[in-house]
């Protein structure tokens, strides 16, 4: 089955700066590759997400880039605010297929 | 619209109990699923179901039932609850039509088991 790795764990950026997450998966058959924002407390909501026909996506700070060759995928946040501070995570999915998550990232934006 | 929702939002058991959690949607979406989430384990998934009538397993299906009776509702139960157990269960659907999109998840369960 399909196995997503997420690195880093844990990321802390300085405000105003870049944050890059990247992921790994498995199974080339995988289509499907959203990106969930959860704060704490809160429930996982999805952020943007990419289909394996486009290479990258973009919208607003957030734009998410995708490698089917190397099978990885990353998201990068620009100009990052206090907001931002949250976990991330990941994820694949074939056509209509469970989708499968990383184990998430833990973002710290520093003042 | 309310969502999806879920019930209860907080419970304690004892090992050895059992219970059910209810998930909830209103947004006539074809799939539904459970997920557990753990401290630096990501959101894992228990059972899914791409219908009303049907079920399927995830990554970790053990010590847990599902049942979809209702297009709306998908039910999650604990037939004898175990310390492994103790997480926060969200429930998620999505609208299917024969690919993958977004999931939208209620606002957890968390479950102690002592």
């Known amino acids: 089955g399909e196995n997503v790795e997420q690195h880093p764990s844990t990321l802390s950026v300085q405000e105003g700066d870049s944050a890059v997450i990247k992921c790994t998966y498995s199974?080339?058959?995988?289509?499907?590759f959203p990106w969930y924002k959860q704060e704490l407390g809160k429930r996982p909501q999805l952020i943007i997400d990419i289909r394996s026909n486009v290479g990258e996506k973009k919208d607003q700070r957030i734009a998410v880039t995708l490698n089917k060759t190397a099978k990885h995928f990353s998201l990068h946040i620009t100009e990052t605010q206090p907001e931002d501070s949250a976990v991330y995570f990941c994820?694949?999915?074939?056509?209509?297929?469970?989708?499968?998550f990383g184990k998430g990232t833990r973002l710290h934006i520093l003042p | 619209n309310a969502g999806v929702t879920q019930t209860p939002k907080f419970r304690v058991l004892k090992t050895g109990q059992s219970m059910t959690l209810l998930c909830a949607q209103d947004m006539n979406h074809e799939y539904m699923y459970w997920y557990r989430q753990d401290p630096g384990m990501g959101l894992r998934l228990i059972h899914y179901?791409?219908?009303?009538?049907?079920?399927a397993k995830g990554e970790v299906p053990d010590g847990y039932n599902v049942s979809r009776l209702k297009k709306q509702n998908f039910l999650l139960g604990l037939e004898s609850a175990a310390p492994s157990q103790t997480s926060v269960y969200f429930c998620?659907?999505?609208?299917?039509?024969?690919?993958?999109?977004?999931?939208?998840f209620g606002p957890g369960t968390r479950l102690t088991v002592t």
């Open positions: 994820a694949a999915s074939r056509r209509d297929d469970k989708i499968i």
């Open positions: 179901s791409v219908g009303e009538g049907t079920t």
């Open positions: 998620a659907s999505t609208v299917g039509l024969g690919r993958a999109n977004e999931q939208y």
């Open positions: 199974d080339s058959a995988s289509n499907y």
